[in-house]
């Protein structure tokens, strides 16, 4: 899945003709990290997910959603480590997820 984001990611980017040396000075890191992202050669994390998204204007589920092919196991701890990190770094949570 990762490797998924990671081509969202380029293939967003490119839609809004933005450079990965823009993106990298936005976030504030080398083109060589960036580029490191795209190819999926670091696992993107929620921070990551949020600057990049941020940047590009979208939401984060635009490049990366949890795929129901993770199995029910795997979803609901994502679900929930999301939720912890979320209450833990005071970003409101929607109603209908609490």
């Known amino acids: 899945m990762m490797k998924i984001c990671g081509q969202n990611i380029r293939k967003i980017r490119r839609s809004k003709d933005f450079t990965q040396e823009y993106m990298a000075f936005e976030m504030g890191i080398s083109q060589k990290a960036y580029s490191d992202i795209e190819n999926s050669k670091v696992k993107i994390n929620l921070d990551i997910l949020n600057k990049i998204s941020g940047i590009l204007d979208i939401k984060p589920s635009d490049i990366c959603s949890i795929s129901h092919k993770c199995g029910t196991g795997d979803f ?23």
Do not use: A
Request: charged share 30%; proline share 4%; no cysteine.
């Open 76 to 98: 609901e701890d994502k679900y929930h480590e999301l939720l912890q990190y979320m209450k833990q770094n005071n970003i409101s949570i929607p109603e209908e997820h609490l």
